[in-house]
Nanobody, 114 residues
Framework: VQLQASGGGLVQAGGSLGLSCACSGSIFSIRVMAWHRQGPGKQRELVAS???????TYARSVEGRFTISRDNAKNTVYLQMNSLKPEDTAVYYCSVITSGNVYWGQGTLVTVSS
């Protein structure tokens, strides 16, 4: 099982970036797909999650600015980030929860300059 995240980069404050994470391998019954992030000197935190039924949860700090979506046929989860702030700078990780396991992607760096 592999999760391949892409789309990170450098952007100015107020700008936008889109992340994607494709899941491949023998994965059955994906229940939740999510994005987490870990900023400099901070603990990893949940940014957004989406269940197989479409229930979405956002961290309060990103609500209204970030949008999570998923393509079940492609086992891919997306994160559209708008109105980015310097405090959004972090390594972003995708994760997948199945009926019995949790899988993590390798992380992609997002840097927001002021």
């Amino acid at each position: 099982v592999q999760l391949q995240a892409s789309g990170g980069g450098l952007v100015q404050a107020g700008g936008s970036l889109g992340l994607s994470c494709a899941c491949s391998g023998s994965i059955f019954s994906i229940r939740v797909m999510a994005w987490h992030r870990q900023g400099p000197g901070k603990q990893r935190e949940l940014v957004a999650s989406i269940t197989s039924g479409g229930t979405i949860t956002y961290a309060r700090s990103v609500e209204g600015r970030f949008t999570i979506s998923r393509d079940n046929a492609k086992n891919t989860v997306y994160l559209q980030m708008n109105s980015l702030k310097p405090e959004d700078t972090a390594v972003y990780y995708c994760s997948v929860i199945t009926s019995g396991n949790v899988y993590w992607g390798q992380g992609t760096l997002v840097t927001v300059s002021s």
